[in-house]
């Protein structure tokens, strides 16, 4: 109450003086923050705006005046007070900047030339501009090992560390991983790791980028580069689907270096390390430069190409490898063509190909998602909120998977929120989760039960109940398993919307693009715009002509369609169903069913190895034009380097592709798409425009109301057995990471992780191989207990690096249960 | 495998419940750590870590912060003679030499049978008592050649055990509190009502202990 009335009392600006210029400053705020705002630079290494100060490094010392004379003081740790008068560049102030920076290279090595952060260097720079100019320090300085690992992608040299707590500071505050701390004391303090327990986070990289010294260097980027040598471009991430934004740099036509860039409404400056180190896998030398073809029938050779995916396959010219697609377009049967993936690339190439299916392939069998998402029209139609809602809701909803792994930056975002207090997060979930510490509340359930736990919450006397009915709401939703039904995920959508109508949603899609793709229409029975193929908008109707009747599959239909042999092309637009798609005999089954199989891909995949033509695919960093995120934000993305040998942007090829099939798609350059999307689709028509802020713009609206399915009563449990949770880590067996050779290693080891409990019940050592038997198939696996897996549950990494989980999933079931077996009792190995 | 004795266990589950937040009992269980085993070993801060509920990256940088947590093995008697302005004056020098040449070490070593560990330390705070040593941080004043030698003696024979524990036991008299007599531990964050000296006039007490 008295900090209400406070607030109410106080003024809503402080008017300061800076170097004899009026400034409104915000109550509060730091005396450096309000220069930075005015427009005056105070010299700084430990300051950084987006964590909390702590006065390390003494630089930004400035003469400050508070009516009792003026004293130096760090400007980074004294908020500004009413008539204030700050100076930045008096004498003692000087002086002052002066001493300190003599005072910080009496350790730091001069080595500026073999360092990486030469030319960049905030040290560097300030030395130059602010620093006297000579040492008087002629003793020999501090010696350390020069650089020592202190993670698989973070060197560590303690020679040019200053001690600013930037990394440190970082890394306990922002990641919540405190894996780095100083040690020692005095002239011996020095960042370190504990012995053996490296700095493995997530965000590690972002240490780098603060750094404000040479001290933290990234091992992919290490003497790749000089600054002043790389090109740069502005552009969005899009290796998940929050879509940080971020700089793109590249030397002699090669991505060496993405930088976060800080905006407000998405990664303020943050990136994971997938996102950042990801363009290691656009440099990869296994990406496809040719269009493939398949030497002989695909049927026949599936042993050639388990043996040697590449040897099946005859590099050829793309006039041939488009005629043969063409001619296997012309030849399929009415209905018979199908379109998988597209949530990869942009807006534009998902604009594209949804065009191209529709108007001169003439089939609604389209799907960007691969029945691991929710379903498309809840995705695009549910009430959206943005990441800031979601910072700053009441109560904010989390039921999704661990979004730690699966959307890093979202993670930080909400954990930042959670500690600022700005809301509350409440979790349901299967397992433990990189949240369940900020969490005021974490409900821990049975996989595919969420839904059922929720119902039970609201409609009983829980307190939750009024929490959400009396505040602000924002639910963020996800697939938090694939071997459970996307069903599951919508009933989670109904049970609120019946209950918490002013709730809305934070669709946690995971695919880079996938929101971009289903905004374009890449889902059956939906177009761009958000609307649905029943009504078709009217601009909509009158640039693409008529559309095809019926409502087409789901990637599920398709592939079922394909595997009964319905299906005489199939696309796969960047689609990997034999790694990706959860069931994974069904996955098998449809692209061997399937008549001629196209992947525009950027590498072979396994179903890219299984395909007729491979067409080579042009992936981020080589093509511009715009990506959607998941709060539906337009912004755009950057073309940097040449694709390598003759691969080429996905929109390109369906215009190609669209001539050859005696059709024609409209556009000519990437430019023109983006404009006939603004034109035809009413949610795009502010959002696209040839001058995209950074931000971005959010697409809001949508054409439709999604229909929520009925609720059911949770499926029966088996009583013996485990119900199986497919979750997802960072480092996974993705493409992404195993053509990144700085994350190739990371990727993480399967086990299926059991309570400690349920472990005893199967009665073997943690760490032992078992049996795992589903109603669809069995692996071998080991078992590890978790005390962080909810009982009853048994959690295995999807998709996994060789182990194919997918193996013991039938995607039609509405959950997966699982038995565990241990041979005759006796301990394998 | 655990560090701490079933004992330091129960200890160390009753130090941290006097805090509010469990990361409060990191220096404590420091100490009992190095009462253990005579110093701190890197099992310890592993343990340490995870009954915090912190990393040991932490526990390390705390730890390493202070001088008196030993990090490597030391003696059962550590002996720390001043060499400080006043114990100089005094002879700190020969002081230190003589003891050098009656345990066979350096200073900073540690004798093979694992008994003493012998530093030289900066002032001790008993410049009238000069020179000074400190064995286990227990006070010897005036110390001169054959006082030295006697204190060796007497130590190596168990004549100072009842004044003089073995390294890493801070006090044989371990405060207990009863749970019923704790502060409560109510965490900053929780707190909502001013402080009680300030609430003083307000009719409701504060806290919700």
Known sequence: MSDATAAEAAPSTVEVTINGVAVDAQPGELVIAAADRAGVHIPRFCYHERMSPVGMCRMCLVEIDTGRGPQLQPSCMVPVSPQMVVDTTSERTQRAQEGVLELLLINHPLDCPVCDKGGECPLQDQTMAYGPGESRFVEEKRHFPKPIPISDLVHLDRERCILCDRCTRFADEVAGDPLIDFTERGNETQVLTFPGEPFSSYFSGNTVQICPVGALTASPYRFKARPWDLVETESTCTTCAVGCRIAVQSSRNELVRYLGVDIDPVNHGWLCDKGRFAFGSVGSPDRVTAPLQARTPSSTTSDIADAEPLRRFQPTDWASALGAVAGAVKAARPGAIAVLGGARGTNEDAYAWSKLARTVLRTDHVDAQLSDGLPAELAVGLPAATIDEACSADTTLLVCGDLREELPVLHLRLRGAARAGTTRLVEIAPTTTGLTRNAVRSEQCRGGEAASVLRNLLDGDDPLAGELASGSVVVVLGRSSVSESAEATAEVAAVISARVPHARFLVAARRGNVRGALDMGLAPGLLPGRALSASPPQELAATWGELPGERGHDATGILAAAAAGEIDVLFLLGADPLTDFPDSMLARLGVSGAGTVVAVDSFVSQSAAEADIVLPAAVFGEKSGTTTNLEGRVSAVGELVTAPGSARPDWMIAAELAVLCGGDLGFLSVDEITAEIASVCATHASAIGPDLAADGVVASGAAFEPEFPTEHVAPARDAYGLRLVCSRKLYDGGVTVSQTPALASLAADTVMRVHPVDLERVGVESGTEVEVHSDRGALRLPIVADAGIARGNVVVLFPSPHIDVGALIDVTAPVTDVRIETRGGEVPR | ?209
Request: proline share 6%.
């Open chain 2, 1 to 209: 495998m655990s560090f701490f004795s079933e004992e330091n266990r129960t200890l160390a589950r009753e130090i941290i419940g006097r805090y509010p937040k469990r990361r409060s009992a990191m220096i404590p269980l420091l100490h009992v750590a190095q009462a253990q085993a005579g110093w701190v070993t890197e099992e310890a801060m592993v343990e340490i870590a995870e009954l915090v509920d912190t990393t040991p990256a932490e526990v390390l940088g705390t730890c390493s912060f202070y001088e008196m947590f030993k990090r490597e093995p030391v003696g059962k008697y550590l002996v720390n003679i001043c060499a400080t302005m006043s114990c100089a004056l005094a002879g700190a020098a020969e002081l230190m030499e003589h003891a050098e040449e009656r345990l066979g070490v350096r200073a900073g070593g540690t004798t093979p049978d694992g008994l003493f560990t012998l530093a030289s330390a900066e002032c001790q705070a008993a410049c009238t008592e000069a020179p000074c040593l400190q064995v286990n941080y227990r006070y010897r004043y005036r110390v001169d050649t054959d006082g030295f030698d006697q204190l060796v003696d007497d130590l190596a024979a168990g004549a100072l055990d009842d004044e003089i524990p073995p390294h890493g036991v801070t006090a044989r008299v371990r405060q207990h509190i009863p749970a019923g007599r704790a502060v409560g531990a109510v965490p900053p964050e929780a707190v909502n009502e001013p402080p009680v000296w300030i609430a003083a006039s307000a009719s409701n007490g504060a806290g919700s202990a």
